[in-house]
């Protein structure tokens, strides 16, 4: 299916496809994304043994793109389930595997702020990053709350976050939007579902985690509250609110996320 829309200030026209696959290519394509996700992963331990074993012993061995491509051919020939994917993909994710290793220590070298800082390649899981590649897909700015431990610890939210879900998917997500050339911007998280998007005002008593209807009290404005607290997160991020409802601000041309 195309959908054509016509920029006329640009003199130029958008095409926007979407392209349906069968059961069978959906599988395929699922199989290719596991094959890659493993590769990234045997790639995060790799590093991390290697780190390990240069802090005990001293700086000596290296894990850089010639030593993956060798374990990746060493592991394709050992292990037909992975053979048995297409070896481009693979070696594209050690290649960008590297790079995001490298950002990551030249933010370390640079001595930048946490808060700016890649950070070094983590695993990824599945749904962390299919949830982040679809947002990441859909939008070219990206506002995520900047949820850190010394703050979830004061929260209610620590029992629910106990496991690090948040934290992965907010780092699966910076990771994927950088990759991408996504603009991502991290906010800070207090007050986000109890200030008004619309005035900036901020609740005077407490909103309970069942009531998901927002009611400003001094403009009486009225929204979901999941709404209200995403539109907030823009505002601080000095970004378009209207992203807030699914759909991307007039004239924007992304790159595809691969």
């Not at 200030?9 to 349906?20: D, I, S």
């Not at 993956?68 to 993909?89: C, E, K, Q």
């Not at 800082?117 to 070219?140: C, I, N």
């Not at 620590?158 to 948040?166: L, N």
């Amino acid at each position: 299916m195309a959908q054509v829309e016509a920029v006329a200030e640009a003199g130029l026209a958008r095409y926007t496809y979407r392209l349906r696959v069968s059961s069978a290519a959906r599988t395929a394509l699922a199989a290719e994304w596991d094959r890659c996700r493993w590769v990234w992963n045997e790639c995060v331990a790799k590093s991390r043994t290697v780190h390990l074993h240069n802090k005990a012993t001293g700086p000596k061995a290296t894990c850089g793109p010639a030593q993956l491509d060798r374990m990746l051919t060493d592991a394709r020939a050992r292990t037909p389930w992975l053979r048995a994917g297409a070896s481009v993909p693979q070696q594209q994710v050690i290649r960008d595997f590297g790079r995001s290793r490298a950002k990551a220590q030249k933010d370390i070298r640079e001595r930048l702020p946490m808060a700016r800082r890649a950070g070094m390649p983590k695993w990824k899981t599945k749904r962390e990053a299919l949830t982040s590649k679809k947002v990441v897909r859909d939008h070219g700015a990206i506002a995520v709350e900047d949820f850190r431990p010394k703050f979830l610890s004061r929260t209610t939210m620590a029992r629910k976050a106990a496991d690090a879900a948040i934290g992965a998917t907010k780092a699966a997500l910076i990771e994927m939007g950088r990759k991408h050339g996504r603009d991502i911007r991290l906010v800070h998280p207090v007050h986000t579902t109890m200030d008004c998007a619309h005035c900036d005002a901020r609740a005077k008593h407490a909103l309970p985690l069942g009531e998901r209807t927002y009611t400003c009290t001094v403009c009486g404005a009225v929204s979901p509250r999941d709404k209200n607290s995403a539109r907030v997160m823009l505002h601080r991020a000095g970004l378009n609110p209207a992203g807030a409802d699914g759909a991307r601000p007039p004239g924007a041309l992304l790159q595809e996320a691969a």
